[in-house]
């Protein structure tokens, strides 16, 4: 690419998969003909997503009510290597984890050890619903089941922030963490929330799990913070670390600055599509090379809601702002927009779907090609490295030069 000064934007549509991975009939038979974005366009009011279709995302559909004739740049299609469909494994998936599997077991299979240590560590442990397998920990925290993702994936640690410092709220989660093998621990709290509505959000799901309904809870609405603690994860060797330590700027916003630890990345929170792509958008006049990572929660929120045209309206925000970048964009810059899973809300249920993802790459100097099926998110990870002429991460190969 020259000598020029190089950026990366990573534009992540949370849970918009492209069809269901070709295992799922034998491990996750539920979503079978899953497709997130077929589905949505084939159910929404109002879809015009004018820049997807002009970065080639057609070729992948083929969908009567897009066009695809104005490809500018390189498309192909990224299997998941983790197993499930999970947004955080997704993510360390997509900056260069080696996926490990971890065990998907209900809180209540570690719920005695995770009291013993938490009582030795000083905290008090109480049962407001003994019949039930969740803890109060402290008056105040609940340690829980995650009942909005699969089965034994993720337990969360919910607090009302006013009245307990999230940094106590993460000690806790910590010890979770140390305990249990599952693929995920989220320290998760919010304003505005009291102890009593937390545990009044308290539900049983039809497979067992009981846990906090987050949304439900107003947990999400006012001051949210939350850090998402991972079985088998090493940050060190993931691209944006690779990319802090050489000192470029990394600058990581919404839910991708919760999931991915980047020591001396820029941090910025957002949930709304709006401010998560403004962000994306603005930090362009903030750096001269290095990468912007930024992850649309609210796709995820709306395919969980199961509210197609929720999800659509999420969509055409995004499309608009990948307009307004791909504008602001200069000679040295690459474009990478993708997914960490599916999460369709045609389906049935409202979890997310094992599908497979999309990547759409632009740039001057990026081919009009199609890349065809890759193994791994990773290979986003792999690409940015050599794009960059860093180390490799740990996981995944370089697509660059199929589209330089």
Do not use: W
Not at 241 to 253: G, P
């Amino acid at each position: 690419m020259g000598d020029a000064m190089k950026r990366v934007i990573l534009v992540i549509i949370d849970s918009l998969g492209v069809g269901a991975m070709d295992d799922v009939a034998e491990v996750r038979s539920q979503d079978m003909g899953a497709n997130t974005f077929k589905h949505i366009l084939d159910q929404a009011e109002r879809l015009e997503i004018p820049n997807l279709e002009r970065l080639g995302i057609n070729q992948i559909l083929m969908h009567p009510r897009l066009s695809g004739d104005k490809q500018l740049g390189a498309v192909g299609v990224l299997n998941l290597a983790h197993a499930g469909a999970d947004s955080y494994m997704g993510h360390q998936e997509i900056m260069g984890t080696k996926p490990k599997k971890p065990l998907l077991k209900p809180f209540s299979y570690f719920r005695d050890e995770v009291i013993t240590e938490l009582t030795r560590a000083g905290h008090r442990v109480s049962f407001p619903e003994p019949d039930k397998p969740y803890i109060l920990v402290d008056d105040r925290v609940v340690v829980a089941d995650n009942i909005e993702t699969d089965y034994g994936q993720i337990y969360n640690v919910s607090a009302p922030l006013d009245e307990i410092d999230f940094e106590e709220v993460l000690a806790i989660a910590r010890i979770v963490r140390a305990v249990v093998k599952v693929n995920r621990v989220i320290a998760l709290g919010g304003r505005g929330v009291s102890r009593e509505q937390l545990l009044g959000s308290i539900e049983t799901r039809a497979d067992g799990l009981t846990g906090v309904n987050s949304p439900k809870s107003g947990v999400y609405k006012k001051g949210y913070v939350s850090r998402h603690l991972g079985y088998g994860v090493d940050p060190q060797s993931q691209i944006s670390s690779i990319l802090a330590r050489r000192l470029y700027t990394v600058t990581l916003v919404g839910k991708m600055q919760d999931v991915i630890e980047c020591e001396g990345a820029v941090k910025i929170p957002a949930v709304e599509t709006t401010q998560v792509m403004e962000e994306i958008y603005c930090s362009l006049d903030r750096f001269m090379t290095g990468l912007v990572a930024g992850t649309v929660q609210e796709t995820d929120l709306a395919g969980h809601a199961q509210n197609v045209d929720t999800y659509a309206e999420k969509l055409m925000i995004v499309d608009e702002y990948l307009g307004k970048i791909m504008e602001a964009m200069l000679p040295g810059d690459l474009l990478l927009v993708s997914a960490d899973h599916g999460n369709d809300p045609t389906i049935g249920f409202s979890q997310h779907t094992r599908e497979k993802t999309f990547v759409l790459a632009y740039g001057q100097g990026i081919r009009s090609t199609e890349i065809g099926e890759r193994d791994t998110l990773s290979d986003l990870a792999a690409t940015i490295a050599d794009y960059f002429a860093v180390e490799e991460p740990e996981n995944g190969t370089s697509f660059l030069h199929l589209i330089t």
